[in-house]
C-alpha cells in the first residue's frame, strides 16, 4: 500500500470525527477570545486520540496546543474555530433563514477548518504510529483570527518556538495552493476630547470633537493621493459625540485600519495618519488620543513547502463530494440570478473538465488548480494572522472547496454551506492534504531545512510584533 493509500484510508477511518467537529462547532458559532464550547471539543477529541494538551496558550483561555509524538521534525498544524457576528443561517438552506436573528454565523468557514485541521492530526498522529517514525505533530489552536490577532498574540508569547514547518488551509470555492502574499496591517483608535456647548446659543464656547473627526478624515482622503498605491486606509465611527446636534460634541472616536505589502510601509503611512490626527486637533482646539490596539505581519508564503502542498494535491485528486451534497451545491447555484449563474456554470465546466449540463447538477469544484510559480510576489490585499506565524515558521496554505463557485466568504451563504456535508467533505479532503505533506516532510526531512533556509533568506531572522505591550486579548473579546 502507498503512503496516499494508508493516509486516506485513514483520513475514511477518521471521517466521523471530522464530520462531527465541523458540525459541533458550526452550532457553536462562537465569538473570538469567547470560544469555550468549541476549543473544548477539539481539545476533548485529540486526548482521546492520544495527544497532550496544554491549555490556555500564550495565556489565552480559548488557545492550545496539542502534541503528539517525539523528536524532529516538529511540524505544525493550525485550527481557527472563531465565527462571525450577524451570520446566522440554517444550514442548506439557499435563502434568507437564520438559525438566531442577529447571531454569529461560520461565514468565514471557520468550523470545517479547525475540523480538518484537527482531522490531519489525528491522521497523521496514526500514521506515525503504524510507521514507527520519529517525528512531533503539533496542533495549534488559535482563536479569534476574525478581529483579535489570535495568532500573533502567540507569536508573541513564543508558542511557535522549536516548530520546523507548518501546515494551514482555508475553506473557499476551490482547490488551489495559496502561493501568494498578504497585506500587514495595524488598527489604531483616535480618541478626540473638547469643549461642550449649546450650539446655538454659545458656539464660541464649545470646541467640537466631532469636527475634529471630520478634518481628519478629510486630510487622511487628501493623504491617499501622496502613498503608495499599495496602501488601503479604512476608517469608521466608534463614537459620534451623542445624538443631539444642537450641542458641540465634547467627545468623538475614529477606528482606523491601514493596510500595505509589508509592516515598515504601514508604520510609515500610519506616523502621517497620526500627523493628521495632531493636525485636525490643532485646527478643531481640541485633544487627541492615538492608541495603536493590534496589527498583523504580512504573510510570507515558503516556497518548498508550497510544493509539498501541490504535488500532494496533484497524487490525491480533488475533493469526493456525494450526491447529497451535489443536490444542496445545486439549490444554492439555482438561487443565483439567471445571467451570472450562466457564466459561473460556462466557467466551472472548464475548469473541472466536463460538460455544462454536468457541472450545472454538480456544482462544486473538485478540480486542483495547478501551482502558479509567478503567484509568489502577487500580494492579495486582505490580511491574515498567519502572517506573524510565516514569520517565525515555514509556513504554507492552501484553499479546499466547501461551497459552490463565486460564493464570498463573511457571508450567510458561506455559513449555510459549510454547516452541510459539503463542508464535511471538504474538510476530509483538507485533512488529506495536510495529512500527506506532513508525511512527505517526515519521511523527508530535509524539506523542512530547506524551507528554513528560504525563510531566513527572505526575513534574515528578523521579526517584530506589531502588537503594543499594553494590547491584551480581552480587548477583542466577542467583536
Not at 152 to 179: E, Q
Not at 190 to 218: K, T
Not at 240 to 267: E, F, W
Request: net charge negative; charged share 20%; hydrophobic share 40%.
Amino acid at each position: 500500500m502507498s503512503e496516499l493509500e494508508a493516509i486516506r484510508a485513514l483520513v475514511r477511518e477518521k471521517a466521523g470525527i471530522i464530520s462531527d467537529i465541523n458540525r459541533q462547532i458550526w452550532s457553536y458559532a462562537e465569538g473570538g477570545y469567547a470560544e469555550y464550547r468549541s476549543c473544548e471539543k477539539l481539545v476533548s477529541v485529540l486526548e482521546a486520540e492520544g495527544f497532550s494538551v496544554r491549555r490556555g496558550a500564550a495565556g489565552i483561555e480559548t488557545a492550545f496546543i496539542a502534541e503528539y509524538g517525539s523528536g524532529h521534525p516538529v511540524i505544525g498544524i493550525t485550527a481557527e474555530y472563531d465565527s462571525l457576528p450577524g451570520l446566522s443561517q440554517q444550514a442548506g438552506e439557499a435563502v434568507k433563514i437564520p438559525v438566531e436573528e442577529g447571531a454569529n454565523g461560520h461565514g468565514c468557514g471557520h468550523s470545517a477548518l479547525s475540523a480538518g485541521s484537527a482531522g490531519a492530526a489525528v491522521v497523521i498522529a496514526a500514521w506515525l504510529r503504524e510507521k514507527g517514525i520519529s517525528g512531533t505533530v503539533r496542533l495549534f489552536g488559535t482563536p479569534a483570527e476574525e478581529s483579535g490577532f489570535g495568532k500573533v498574540f502567540m507569536a508573541k508569547a513564543g508558542c511557535f518556538d522549536g516548530v520546523d514547518a507548518v501546515f494551514t488551509w482555508h475553506p473557499g470555492d476551490m482547490n488551489a495552493v495559496s502561493f501568494n502574499r498578504m497585506t500587514a496591517n495595524l488598527r489604531i483608535r483616535y480618541d478626540f476630547r473638547g469643549v461642550a456647548a449649546h450650539a446655538a446659543a454659545a458656539p464660541d464656547r464649545g470646541r467640537s470633537a466631532l469636527d475634529a473627526c471630520e478634518l481628519m478624515n478629510v486630510g487622511v482622503n487628501y493623504l491617499r493621493e501622496h502613498v503608495p498605491s499599495s496602501v488601503r486606509m479604512h476608517y469608521a465611527y466608534l463614537d459620534c459625540g451623542g445624538t443631539a446636534p444642537n450641542v458641540v460634541q465634547d467627545h468623538a472616536s475614529l477606528l482606523y485600519i491601514i493596510r500595505a505589502p509589508k509592516l515598515s510601509t504601514v508604520s510609515e503611512v500610519a506616523a502621517r495618519v497620526d500627523d493628521v490626527a495632531r493636525g485636525a486637533a490643532l485646527m478643531s482646539g481640541t485633544e487627541v488620543a492615538i492608541r495603536k490596539q493590534g496589527g498583523m505581519s504580512d504573510v510570507i508564503p515558503n516556497p518548498s513547502l508550497c510544493r509539498v502542498i501541490s504535488e500532494c494535491m496533484q497524487e490525491a485528486g480533488g475533493p469526493e463530494f456525494t450526491s447529497g451534497d451535489y443536490e444542496t451545491a445545486a439549490r444554492f447555484m439555482n438561487a443565483i440570478p439567471e445571467e451570472t449563474r450562466a457564466k459561473l456554470i460556462r466557467d466551472g465546466a472548464a475548469l473541472n473538465g466536463i460538460s455544462e449540463e454536468e457541472f450545472e447538477k454538480r456544482p462544486l469544484n473538485t478540480a486542483v488548480r495547478l501551482m502558479d510559480e509567478s503567484r509568489r510576489n502577487f500580494v492579495v490585499s486582505a490580511s491574515s494572522d498567519v502572517g506573524d506565524l510565516s514569520y517565525l515558521v515555514p509556513t504554507a496554505q492552501f484553499n479546499a472547496a466547501v461551497c459552490i463557485p463565486s460564493t464570498a466568504v463573511h457571508t450567510w451563504q458561506m455559513t449555510a454551506q459549510v454547516g452541510t456535508g459539503i463542508g464535511d467533505r471538504g474538510a476530509a479532503w483538507a485533512a488529506l492534504i495536510i495529512a500527506m505533506s506532513c508525511a512527505k516532510v517526515f519521511l523527508d526531512p530535509s524539506i523542512a531545512e530547506k524551507a528554513k533556509s528560504e525563510l531566513t533568506e527572505e526575513t534574515r531572522g528578523e521579526y517584530v510584533s506589531p502588537l503594543p505591550d499594553d494590547v491584551t486579548p480581552d480587548m477583542f473579546r466577542n467583536i
